[in-house]
């Protein structure tokens, strides 16, 4: 059975940090990412990664986030620094396989200004 569990959100002031993790189990991915997910928004893309180890990143987050992989422990992280306010989010974990798509259940984020 495939699962991606999540940890790592919190509630942090504007300017810190935070590190996502999402543990998969039960397959292989090719592709990771994370999303979020604003009250009254539409889910959006954060950062991608392959396991070939190419990353993308949404041009909100450049520069202060880093997606990550850890292929011995099937584990993809998300680190957030000088978090701002507008980073609120429920950030999601979703892994791609032949299968198709998983989704973790959420994790969530609040920045305080």
């Known amino acids: 059975q495939v699962q991606l569990v999540e940890s790592g959100g919190g509630l942090v002031q504007a300017g810190g940090s935070l590190r996502l993790s999402c543990a998969a189990s039960g397959s292989i991915f090719s592709i990771n990412a994370w999303y979020r997910q604003a009250p009254g928004k539409q889910r959006e893309l954060v950062a991608g990664s392959t396991s070939g180890g190419t990353t993308n990143y949404a041009d909100s987050v450049k520069g202060r986030f880093t997606i990550s992989r850890d292929n011995a422990k099937n584990t993809v992280y998300l680190q957030m620094n000088s978090l701002k306010p507008e980073d609120t989010a429920v950030y999601y974990c979703?892994?791609?396989?032949?299968?198709?798509?998983?989704w973790g259940q959420g994790t969530q984020v609040t920045v305080s200004s």
């Open positions: 979703a892994a791609t396989n032949i299968r198709g798509v998983y």
